[in-house]
């Protein structure tokens, strides 16, 4: 099992709970991290702060997707 874990300093890391092997996903926040959520499968891990940004990051890799035309699709989708 993988927890996603995110504190007031936003950073965010990975927990996997069976080997208790912590990975510090990014520190690209400027401010605290309110919410974490990786998807269904497994794929992309998204981030909210209250600096005002989302990133969006490859679950395999640890880096960050270039969000432009992803989070547009994504809100096109909501709306």
Same mark, same amino acid.
Do not use: E, K
């Given at each position: 099992?993988?927890?996603?874990? #995110?504190? #007031? =300093?936003?950073? &965010?890391? %990975? +927990? *996997? %709970?069976?080997?208790?092997? #912590?990975?510090? &996903?990014?520190? !690209?926040?400027?401010?605290?991290? +309110?919410?974490?959520?990786? $998807?269904? =499968?497994?794929?992309? %891990?998204? @981030? &909210? !702060? $209250? *600096? ?5 990051? *490859?679950? *395999?890799?640890? /880096? /960050?997707?270039? @969000?432009?035309? #992803? +989070?547009?699709? +994504?809100? !096109?989708?909501?709306?």
């Amino acid at each position: 099992m993988i927890m996603c874990m #995110y504190c #007031y =300093q936003g950073n &965010v890391g %990975i +927990l *996997d %709970i069976s080997t208790r092997n #912590y990975t510090t &996903v990014m520190r !690209s926040h400027v401010g605290r991290v +309110l919410s974490a959520s990786v $998807d269904s =499968q497994r794929r992309h %891990i998204a @981030t &909210v !702060s $209250d *600096d005002r940004t989302i990133r969006i990051w *490859d679950f *395999d890799t640890l /880096q /960050q997707v270039p @969000t432009t035309g #992803y +989070l547009y699709n +994504l809100l !096109s989708a909501l709306v």
